[in-house]
């Protein structure tokens, strides 16, 4: 009985070593589950700030993606805006160019119809000249004529008078 005794005081030292080793162990493995669920709970902790952060940087990229979209939109509106004024400004150009030319036609034209103004103005003053030398000169006609006239007439009525009432 004494090696019964003894054997199972040797498995009780051992079971008791074992408990302690296991108590030690156990003792171990929860401070690393300690730590363990302090990291995690620290890791949680930033995964649910990285998470915030990225659902913030997926809005703002959102957000700036519109913003784009609508500065495109602008950009492609101001664009067609500028091509009509450039078309509107070539129109007009254009016009006038063509106004300018019908100017200087009728400018030309002016300058033609004055001269030719001016020189039918100077050839009317000619002919009111010459007609005037011409009265003139009728004026001057008749009165010797007339003076013709009476000295054929004379004091008797001369061969004026014989001459009207002789017919051969």
Known sequence: MEDQNN???KERKLMEER????????AEEEEKSKNLTKLKNKHESMISELEVRLKKEEKGRQEL???KRKLEAESNDMQEQIAELQAQIADLKAQLAKKEEELQNALAR????TAQKNNALKKIRELEGHISDLQEDLDSERAA????EKIKRGPGGG????GRSWRP
Do not use: P
């Open 7 to 9: 054997k199972l005081q």
């Open 145 to 148: 004529r007339n003076k013709a």
């Open 19 to 26: 408990i302690a080793d296991f108590s030690a162990n156990l």
């Open 65 to 67: 993606d519109k913003a």
């Open 159 to 162: 061969a004026g008078a014989l």
């Open 110 to 113: 002016l300058e033609d119809e």
